[in-house]
């Protein structure tokens, strides 16, 4: 099935191969805005050049900032912006398809004029991360990155994997595990909101999930942090996503459609009228396999079929002295995986059905008003919510009745407000503050023997606030030299916890093209809210309960970072980083001492004890390569090498690697791009990762004969790792310009070596032994996109 998935798949590429030998040049019009890099005013007036043209075409800004080129043929095209006082920016391999018109939005940084000498040269920095105040373990990504590297499936979580000190918890899912840390320590913003977990089957408690809810076709380039970040950013021990989400067309109405693995999707843009300059953009999404499952057709995974959709919109107003923008994203979905009717696809379940549902939202007004030119006030309001449930009934305890009936739900309502003000091209301050009130309803209870009551893990309904400040400077001496030093303080309302958190950084080019980057931080990082509620039963007869986690601390982390960066040439960039964490306030529990709270949130849901403490610590250091070839003349490369151990504490105090601490990940991408015709192009790339295997927590097979369920050997928790994982992915991707409509083919081959890389093993009380599930075998994988 799988190789007859293939060839259909290459002969319909092949056969609109042979149909485009279209005489006809086809073109399209390259527009956009250019603004200064740290207030986001236009700038009348920049120079925007199309290099390699002959004779060389060009245009200037107008009073508003805004360019436009008109009548360029489709394809690859490269930019150089310019502009007095600024650093120019050139803007490398932008594709110019015959479906929508190509809108860029182009900052350029102030430049800091030095007595002895005045250089002008342009910044190919692609890499570097779009927000000033980062120098250290951080970087931009494009969505076109995110399109390209194979085995990323247009979802920026996994396209993250690539870098260095990062790695994947599985196949089946996209969390992030960043330098030995849990996906619990990321951070994910939205427009500069912070927001719940993005995934589709994301529950509270976790990070990632099998399919991002985050569109590709609506962002705009965004920025990934991995350690040190700037102190606007809080309430994280391992990293940071900042995603932005792109402005709609506003002056033509454009429309996409796609259909693959990941959903059917549609998709509408454009301008609400061209006088206000206000645009709108929204796209829905909906399950593939569901819509396939009600068709009549079987997949072989039973009842286990994954139904979601999710929809995500923005709107940007222009004002005159500022702008407002509504944005939303939204998703719902829901699984059954039923042991009793011997589903294929129990991802690890053994012995019980499992009913799982998951909602997640968020929308948010967004006014930028500015008092001057140095001067502006961002500020926010929005409302954020998820919600999980799940219904587990267990085969081998009580058939007919729930094991355990779950309802986690959290809402919360957000008012932020930032000032950023340039005192000159020397001096920069950003101020703020956050604000979160939540509204949570936990409700928990499971089946206890012989099966005729129930008793409750978490019971509360309430509110509880939550409030940040912050504050950064950074200082250029030069345009070689920057240090930027700030504060982030955090106080939780629940309990009165609080946290003090400096942060310094500093990046100096002592060479051109060459440079040292060091970074410093204290973080902090409230528990899952879930946690504080925990409950143990302390009287039986008259079922009383006590909350023994309210009164829980922030877990901690230092940061301690140094890198070294190297172009090679115009094309290549050499990266090296060292860091250092030391993670403290843990919450670790006497009743399980080998237990750490910083080994939850890699799975679809989480463990926590009742009378836990904040006396765990842990560590995590290594070392990380990156060498990497920008797209030129079709070709690129990205290698990327960690090398790394994490460690932790527990009540016991007994030193153990962390569930995270695979100890080495290695990345190898490639790829190039054809011209096949003169509107047509086609690619073919390469992934191929080899990485140290997770680490396990090993089954008491005695035991859990013994008590006819599982038990894990807690005394060897940690100490061996499954066997090294290894996964080479391919894609193929043609694209034909038309008329009125672009069109795109794209096959991903997964997993293209069908290498059996271990999941997770399990206790089977039906045949009393362990059982092993793999990660996902050989998959290939079609979609087509259109653009008219």
Avoid: C
């Avoid at 310094?504 to 002592?510: H, N, T």
């Avoid at 890699?602 to 403490?613: I, K, T, V």
């Avoid at 790394?644 to 030193?655: A, E, L, M, P």
């Avoid at 894990?712 to 940690?718: G, L, M, R, S, T």
């Amino acid at each position: 099935m799988k190789r007859s998935s293939i060839t259909i798949a290459l002969i319909l590429i092949l056969k609109t191969a042979a149909l485009t030998s279209v005489p006809q040049e086809l073109t399209q019009t390259f527009r956009g805005e250019v603004l200064d890099s740290y207030t986001e005013l236009p700038l009348p007036g920049a120079t925007v050049v199309l290099l390699g043209t002959d004779p060389l075409k060009g245009t200037t800004t107008d009073v508003n900032g805004n360019f436009r080129m008109e009548n360029l043929p489709v394809g690859r095209i490269n930019v150089q912006v310019s502009m007095v006082g600024y650093k120019p920016a050139v803007l490398n391999n932008l594709l110019l398809t015959s479906g929508r018109e190509l809108v860029v939005e182009v900052k350029l940084e102030e430049q800091v004029y030095s007595i002895d000498d005045i250089s002008v040269r342009p910044d190919f920095r692609k890499d570097q991360a779009v927000n000033e105040m980062a120098v250290v373990s951080a970087r931009s990504f494009t969505i076109d990155e995110t399109e390209r590297f194979a085995g990323s499936l247009g979802d920026p979580s996994r396209m993250a994997a690539n870098y260095a000190g990062v790695s994947s918890v599985s196949d089946q899912r996209n969390d992030i595990v960043i330098r030995g840390n849990s996906p619990l320590g990321l951070l994910w913003r939205l427009e500069g909101v912070e927001i719940p977990n993005p995934n589709h089957f994301g529950s509270i408690g976790s990070t990632g999930g099998p399919i991002s809810m985050l569109n590709i076709n609506h962002l705009t380039n965004s920025d990934f942090y991995t350690a040190a970040f700037p102190a606007e950013f809080g309430n994280a021990l391992a990293g940071a996503f900042d995603i932005r989400m792109r402005n709609g067309n506003n002056q033509k109405h454009q429309f996409m459609g796609q259909m693959g693995f990941n959903g059917f999707e549609l998709g509408a843009e454009g301008p609400f009228s061209k006088e206000s300059q206000a645009s709108y953009m929204v796209n829905f999404r909906y399950s593939t396999l569901e819509v396939l499952h009600a068709a009549g057709m079987s997949f072989g995974t039973g009842s286990a079929i994954p139904e979601y959709k999710d929809l995500s919109f923005k709107i940007n107003i222009p004002l005159e002295k500022g702008r407002v923008s509504l944005f939303g994203l939204g998703g719902n979905n829901r699984i059954a995986m039923l042991s009793s009717e011997s589903d294929d696809a129990r991802y690890g379940f053994t012995g019980v059905d499992l009913y799982n549902s998951n909602k997640m939202g968020v929308t948010g007004l967004n006014h930028v008003y500015y008092f001057n030119d140095d001067s502006r006030l961002t500020s926010s309001i929005s409302i954020s919510g998820i919600e999980s449930t799940a219904d587990i009934f267990d085969m081998d305890f009580h058939p007919d009745r729930e094991r355990i009936i779950e309802s986690l739900g959290e809402v919360k309502y957000t008012l932020s407000s930032k000032y950023s003000h340039r005192f000159n091209s020397r001096n920069y301050l950003n101020a703020g503050f956050v604000y979160d009130l939540y509204n949570v309803s936990y409700n928990g209870k499971e089946l206890q023997p012989p099966g005729d009551h129930y008793t409750y893990y978490i019971d509360n309904t309430g509110e509880m606030g939550f409030g940040r400040l912050f504050a950064e400077w950074q200082h250029r001496f030069s345009d070689e030299l920057s240090v930027t030093s700030g504060l982030h303080t955090s106080r939780l309302f629940l309990n009165n916890s609080y946290s003090f958190e400096p942060r310094l950084g500093m990046k100096w080019e002592f060479t051109e093209g060459q440079s040292f980057n060091i970074g410093a931080g204290m973080h902090s990082q409230t528990q899952m809210k879930a946690v504080y509620f925990t409950q143990r039963l302390t009287d039986t007869l008259n079922l009383v309960y006590e909350k023994t986690n309210i009164d829980l601390d922030f877990s901690r982390s230092l940061h301690l970072v140094a890198g070294y960066d190297r172009l090679l040439g115009k094309e290549h960039r050499l990266k090296l980083e060292v860091y250092y964490q030391r993670l403290y306030n843990i919450p670790v529990a006497w009743r399980r001492p080998e237990f750490s709270l910083m080994n939850q949130g890699g799975g679809y849901s989480f463990l926590a004890y009742d009378n836990m403490e904040n006396s765990g610590t842990g560590e995590n250091k290594g070392i990380e390569l990156t060498l990497e070839k920008f797209l030129n003349k079709g070709f690129y490369y990205l290698v990327t090498a960690s090398v790394f151990d994490s460690g932790y504490r527990g009540y016991d105090g007994v030193w153990r690697n962390s569930a995270f601490n695979n100890n080495f990940v290695f990345n190898a991408l490639t790829g190039y791009e054809w011209k096949t015709g003169s509107n047509s192009l086609l690619s073919a790339d390469l992934k191929m990762v080899y990485a140290g295997g997770h680490r396990k927590l090993p089954i008491d097979e005695q035991q859990s004969m013994a008590d006819n369920t599982l038990r894990y050997n807690w005394d060897k928790a940690y100490e061996e790792r499954f066997p090294d994982y290894f996964r080479l992915n391919g894609r193929l991707t043609y694209r034909l310009n038309r008329n009125s409509a672009d069109h795109e083919w794209a096959l991903d081959l997964q997993n293209m070596t069908n290498r059996q890389n271990i999941f997770v093993q399990n206790w089977n009380s039906s045949e009393q032994k362990v059982e092993t599930y793999y990660q996902m075998g050989f998959m290939p994988m079609m979609t087509y996109r259109v653009y008219f």
